[in-house]
């Protein structure tokens, strides 16, 4: 199953910059029907600088009490990204989303660039359809057989 991560990722990824307000980004997560934004520099807008997630904003903010037009992106992404490269196999993610524990991560190019998101939702789907051929092939084997002993 060689198949690299600019072949599903999810492009264009919604951003936002380290200003915004948490008010602002959940309403653009509700807009774009996303969980999560990738927090961009505010001058280049293509260099990922942290991800906010919809549980960044609840647990950060909602659970706490906290104003959503105070506190911004730049307050509570979680800066410690984990890039992968568009080049990367749909397995080298997996693993890497399991080391690290994440369930996105944030596809940029060699020069840093932001190139795409990629899910756990997205790696299941395609490990599903990838077991639903492997499936496919095993019944296929087993028709082929009754048809060449009938």
Known sequence: ?????????TTPVTVAEPETT????????RRHHVGALVIVDALQ????LGIVTD????????AEGLDPDIFT???????????????????DAVQLMRTHRL???????????LAGIVTLEDLLELLTRELAALTAGVIGSRDREFEQRA
Do not use: N, W, Y
Not at 22 to 29: G, K
Not at 57 to 62: C, G, P, Q, R, T
Not at 73 to 91: F, K, Q, R, T, Y
Not at 103 to 113: I, N, W, Y
């Open 1 to 9: 199953m060689p198949t690299r991560l600019k072949d599903f990722a």
């Open 22 to 29: 948490a008010l602002a980004m959940a309403q653009l997560m």
């Open 45 to 48: 807008k293509s260099c990922p």
């Open 55 to 62: 549980r960044d904003l609840v647990l950060a903010l909602m």
């Open 73 to 91: 992106a730049g307050d509570i992404m979680s800066a410690e990204l984990v890039l992968a490269s568009p080049e990367m196999d749909a397995m």
């Open 103 to 113: 369930r996105r991560l944030v596809v940029a190019d060699e020069a840093g660039q």
